[in-house]
């Protein structure tokens, strides 16, 4: 349980809570509330009569001459820690305040504290000397970090002949935190037959001096002889606000075991989340809060900018209003109100300003821009926003950074430099708010083609898809100097990529593959010879191959299924070992026996030479056939060396 902060204009809904025998409600009231109301900022005669006459005026009382009339000062309410402004003279005034005095009037004794002329200001040293400074025109004196020592009068002091004085009463407020219950530990006897202590509450840091009722069923307590006594007391800080403490005792019955107290909100206002400068996109969530428990029936309104009247909102039960993606059309003025549902009393807060930083619309001037090569081109950026915007400019292809601000120089401009380029406009105030815009740069040319031509391997009988990719401005287009199928498409506005499926017939291995891209500026071409590999085997392959440089540098191939005679190979080689083997062994067998047949006749001849008996030497004659083919030399019936041509030697020792 909690108490709030409320004068008797007001009554707000109800808190339940349970203080072990009884429950009760302490309620905090400005003795002044009564008087002139709360929740102002600035309003002229609400207020009681201020200070006393501090200097000469225009106009004299009838009936009393010499006496200076003193009207009732303008009332001015401020809080706490905020700025009050002081307007010099009436807002229908037309006075001319280019020269005016301004003093504070503490104890009717006025002070000098600031001097306008010619509508710049200068403080007087002093207690204000770093807390005035002049607004609008220098017509409003601003008095900034309010504290409670600056309730009094000031005085606006016109030096123009007939110029008039002009007093503001500063009332100063605060609401107090949020007070602190402490309970009766103990519990309370219905036995006693004297009040004993059911609470203490404690409210601190507030001005002027709060008083505290406590409610016990939507009524006030009152003091009772023998039955309710309200102790108070306060404590001045230092800051000049007030701490009080009050305490409840109040003799109990058994009846008021869980009876239910509340205390009602006093005010209502707004909070935003996240915290700080907002962007385009951030999830931000407009909270309603009160003072109150339970808390009122919260709705949400912002102002219509074009009725000036306030629209209610899609909040949720809580008084949450949630932005899932804000955008610059959520900026505005946003209000909280909480409806008593018990006593229809309705609370405002005061207006809350909502800014959501935004960039928007970014261009780039030209928006199409041509060039030829060799020439000069100038970019010209541009975004709305309500901040201050910087600008970047971006290569699109590799991110590089170009320059800084909204204009951009290119010079000298070659096949290269055409493309995208990107303008980004961002505000450094808002980490992360940024918008940009690209924009492709054509230089105006022939079709260009990286290779004149290419060579590749390739298998015959394979399908294979060939790409051919050119770029310039106007866009070309792509034709083959083969039939097949192909197909076209968009790289970017000035490039274009072509690719043609075609199988490898011994005609397109003499002739080749040409790919021709044209303009209305000029073509160009290039050639993509076709080679045998011989190190593949026979199959269906499909391969790609392109002309552009950076693209099509290699070649990308997919075998198809190749027939499976790799296993009976293998078995007609291992056949065709066995039977060598075979031979050979027959062949030595018959010639250990002696039976090897040799010559026309048929008829064999071992020698052994002396100087080489330990040595078997087979000589095979040749006949007439293979000495007619070359192969042997000499006539039929020669005896040659070992060495000579007409004589063939097996030397059979390994």
Avoid at 217 to 228: A, H, I, S, T, Y
Wanted: glycine share 8%; net charge negative; charged share 20%.
């Amino acid at each position: 349980m909690r108490p709030s902060f409320l004068g008797p204009q007001h009554q707000a809904p109800c808190a339940h809570a349970t203080l072990f025998s009884a429950s009760l409600q302490p309620v905090f009231e400005y003795p002044w509330e009564q008087e002139w109301g709360r929740g102002r900022r600035l309003q002229p005669g609400a207020g009681r009569g201020g200070a006393e006459p501090t200097g000469t005026s225009g106009e004299l009382s009838s009936g009393v001459p010499g006496v200076a009339e003193q009207p009732e000062p303008e009332l001015v309410e401020v809080e706490v820690g905020s700025t009050a402004l002081l307007k010099c003279g009436p807002s229908h005034s037309q006075g001319n305040f280019s020269h005016v005095d301004w003093f504070s009037v503490h104890k009717e004794k006025p002070t000098l504290i600031f001097r306008v002329y010619q509508d710049h200001g200068q403080s007087e040293p002093g207690e204000y000397q770093h807390r005035l400074s002049l607004q609008d025109k220098g017509t409003t004196l601003a008095l900034t970090h309010v504290t409670p020592q600056d309730e009094r009068i000031f005085l606006c002091q016109g030096k123009r002949p007939r110029s008039q004085d002009h007093r503001f009463q500063l009332r100063v407020y605060k609401a107090p935190e949020e007070p602190s219950i402490q309970a009766n530990a103990l519990g309370i006897s219905v036995n006693s037959r004297e009040p004993e202590e059911v609470a203490t509450c404690v409210g601190r840091n507030g001005y002027p001096i709060p008083q505290v009722i406590w409610y016990k069923n939507g009524r006030p307590l009152k003091e009772e002889k023998n039955r309710v006594h309200i102790q108070s007391s306060q404590i001045v800080e230092s800051s000049g606000l007030y701490t009080v403490q009050s305490i409840l005792k109040a003799q109990l019955l058994k009846e008021d075991k869980d009876a239910q107290f509340y205390y009602p909100a006093e005010k209502v206002w707004l909070e935003v989340e996240p915290m700080g400068m907002l962007k385009e996109g951030d999830r931000v969530e407009i909270r309603c809060l009160a003072d109150g428990n339970p808390p009122p029936h919260f709705s949400i309104s912002k102002q219509n900018l074009s009725t000036r009247e306030m629209v209610e909102e899609a909040a949720d039960d809580n008084g949450v209003l949630i932005l899932k993606s804000a955008h610059k059309e959520h900026s505005g003025l946003y209000e909280c109100q909480g409806l008593d549902l018990e006593t229809m009393a309705l609370l405002s807060s005061d207006q809350q300003e909502l800014l959501v930083n935004y960039v928007s619309n970014v261009w780039v001037s030209p928006a199409a821009p041509e060039s030829q090569e060799g020439s000069n081109l100038t970019l010209t950026c541009g975004a709305e926003s309500n901040q201050a915007l910087e600008f970047q400019w971006l290569r699109e292809k590799t991110g590089e950074v170009l320059g800084k601000g909204p204009v951009l120089q290119l010079h000298n401009l070659n096949r290269k430099a055409g493309g995208g380029y990107r303008c980004v406009a961002s505000v450094p105030n808002v980490p992360g708010l940024n918008s940009t815009q690209l924009i492709n740069v054509a230089i105006l040319g022939p079709p260009w083609v990286a290779l004149k031509e290419r060579k590749m391997q390739v298998q015959e009988n394979t399908m294979l898809n060939l790409s051919c990719e050119a770029s310039g401005h106007p866009r070309p287009s792509i034709s083959w100097t083969v039939g097949g199928m192909a197909n076209e498409q968009d790289q970017d506005p000035q490039s274009v990529l072509s690719i043609l499926s075609v199988l490898v017939t011994p005609e397109l291995l003499e002739t080749g593959v040409e790919c021709v891209a044209s303009n209305s500026l000029g073509k160009n071409s290039t050639i993509i010879f076709l080679e045998l590999d011989s190190n593949r085997t026979t199959g269906l392959i499909t391969s790609t191959v392109s002309p552009y440089a950076k693209t099509n540098s290699t070649s990308t191939e997919k075998k198809l299924p190749e027939p499976k005679s790799k296993g009976v190979v293998i078995v007609a080689v291992t056949v065709c070992l066995l039977v060598l083997a075979v031979l050979g062994a027959v062949l030595y067998f018959f010639y250990k026996k002696g039976k090897l047949p040799c010559g026309r006749s048929g008829k064999q001849e071992i020698t052994l030479p002396p100087s080489r008996k330990s040595e078997f030497v087979v000589e095979v004659k040749s006949d007439k056939r293979l000495e007619d083919m070359g192969l042997l030399q000499g006539s039929n019936g020669d005896k040659r060396a070992p060495g000579d041509q007409g004589e063939k030697y097996i030397d059979l020792r390994h």
